[in-house]
């Protein structure tokens, strides 16, 4: 029987079955225990996190004044390590062939009605300039296994398609990359192209439901996917993105499996996930949710976000337009830094090729614009950013961590913000969202020290002039 090796590189030992099974018991016999709840509560204020079992017992206790102390810390913490802020980005979908079996997605190689489209560099042309007409900077490229069809040189192909791509004011100036586990080698490419995140969603980490739901193509090998951000970080890529799709197996313990799999990387390579990302379980073309057992309930799905914005203090985390306003508006609050807005999940949905059937990988929950979202994020006194310097500045895995930590990230990141965001009130903001936006730059300002305030107006005056330098 394998053991519990935090350190280890292989699946089986940093996502040890008995561990998270031992884990989930000592939860479930300590959960409603006043002393090891406050004890480990105490230690929660403290605002440096929480091993993997101290939040499974949060996760399990069911006292209702526990729970809303639970919730009104992880907003004291979202404030401390984020601000009001909210990076916005979108996906881009760039190809649904695949030859993976994935149960829960339509697009599986078996699902013979789905419309296939790989995107060429004409069409990956026309969307990005249709992003960039909204305003976003920041993208998330998906696209479906396929060695044939989606090699490793067409998604760096598009990458370098993307980055170079200037309409009017617009530029895309981060792309994160959310494609299957690869080699090494083939991740040293993904990091020479310059990729923000590389993002993998591990769906569940539980063996026995990862092998029944991926019964066919190379996703199917659970060790190569669970290890696959180990191969990542060792190739060079400093910023990773976890997640698992809630729905497929009990949440209880995918919650416990991913801090634990947040713990092996942080003790490895010194930095834990740059983002965790809380996707549910969506309908779609020949998927529906009810044949899934584990639906994850809306109350635990918020605590689920509360009780990571208090373990891993320093992670973003992400929610996607999977969620409605009403359900994004409630996570914002507790612990939401990243968010993404005017979506599409089909390939090539953002040019409007409406004559084209739907090629969508799962229906989308928030339909609203990016303007709107904008709007509505402001209205509720976020500051939508669309900053991406961290990056462009080298910013980035331990580093970032590092300023992360000490809760530093704020100097950074609330100037840049409010440059960004003034940057789109001036290009693409409707009227309404624009004064909305002013008056919001306005009062952020306020708050700033004089040397922010000075630093930020000389960037100002430059944006105006259109000589600011991004990065
Ligand atoms: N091919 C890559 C891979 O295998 O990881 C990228 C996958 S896909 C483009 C991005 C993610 O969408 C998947 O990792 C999965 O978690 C999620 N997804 C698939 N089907 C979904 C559904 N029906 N509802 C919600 N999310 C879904």
Redesign the pocket.
């Known amino acids: 029987m394998e053991k519990y090796d935090l350190m280890s590189d292989k699946a089986q030992n940093f996502i040890n079955p008995q561990e998270v099974s031992f884990t989930l018991n000592y939860a479930k016999r300590y959960c409603n225990d006043p002393f090891m709840v406050n004890f480990i509560l105490d230690k929660a204020r403290a605002q440096k996190g929480l091993t993997h079992t101290e939040a499974a017992v949060l996760l399990l206790c069911e006292d209702e004044s526990i729970n809303a102390q639970i919730f009104r810390l992880a907003e004291q913490i979202k404030e401390a390590y984020y601000g009001n802020r909210i990076v916005l980005f979108a996906p881009l979908?760039l190809s649904n062939y695949?030859v993976?079996g994935?149960t829960?997605?339509?697009?599986h190689s078996q699902n013979q009605h789905i419309f296939r489209k790989k995107m060429t560099q004409e069409e990956i042309k026309a969307e990005v300039i249709a992003l960039q007409d909204m305003g976003h900077k920041r993208l998330a490229l998906?696209?479906?296994?396929h060695p044939i069809m989606n090699p490793l040189e067409y998604i760096l192909e598009s990458i370098d398609t993307i980055y170079g791509i200037k309409h009017k004011s617009g530029a895309i100036r981060r792309v994160n990359v959310?494609?299957?586990?690869t080699t090494i080698e083939e991740y040293r490419r993904l990091h020479a192209a310059k990729i923000g995140t590389y993002i993998?969603?591990q769906?569940t980490y539980n063996k026995e439901d990862y092998e029944r739901l991926h019964p066919r193509g190379p996703?199917a090998n659970y060790e190569w996917?669970t290890e696959a951000m180990d191969r990542a970080m060792r190739a060079g890529i400093e910023d990773v993105g976890l997640?698992v799709?809630f729905?497929l197996h009990n949440y209880a313990s995918e919650f416990v499996s991913l801090l634990m799999h947040a713990e092996h990387l942080e003790a490895l390579y010194g930095a834990g996930p740059h983002t965790i990302s809380v996707?549910?379980?969506?309908?779609?073309d020949g998927?529906k949710?009810a044949d899934f057992e584990n639906a994850l309930p809306d109350e635990i799905f918020l605590k689920i976000i509360a009780l990571l914005r208090i373990s891993v203090p320093y992670t973003g985390l992400i929610i996607s337009t999977?969620e409605g306003q009403r359900i994004r508006e409630k996570a914002l609050r507790l612990g939401i830094s990243q968010i993404s807005g005017g979506s599409k999940t089909s390939v090539g949905g953002y040019a409007t090729h409406e004559a084209e059937p739907d090629s969508s990988?799962?229906e989308i929950s928030d339909n609203r614009s990016l303007d709107d979202v904008v709007r509505w994020l402001m209205e509720q006194n976020h500051v939508p950013s669309f900053c991406t310097s961290c990056y462009g500045n080298g910013r980035v895995g331990e580093d970032f961590m590092a300023i992360c930590k000490k809760q530093q990230i704020h100097n950074f990141c609330t100037p840049n913000a409010l440059l960004t965001l003034k940057e789109y009130l001036d290009n693409y903001a409707t009227p309404e969202t624009k004064a909305i936006g002013e008056r919001l730059l306005k009062a952020e300002k306020a708050k700033l020290s004089t040397n922010q305030k000075r630093v930020l107006q000389k960037r100002m005056n430059l944006l105006k002039e259109g000589k600011v330098v991004f990065f």
């Open positions: 979908y695949c993976n994935c829960y997605c339509p697009y998906e696209a479906g296994e959310n494609i299957a586990a993998l969603f769906e996703k996917h997640g799709l729905g996707p549910r379980l969506c309908p779609a998927i949710t999977r990988q799962f």
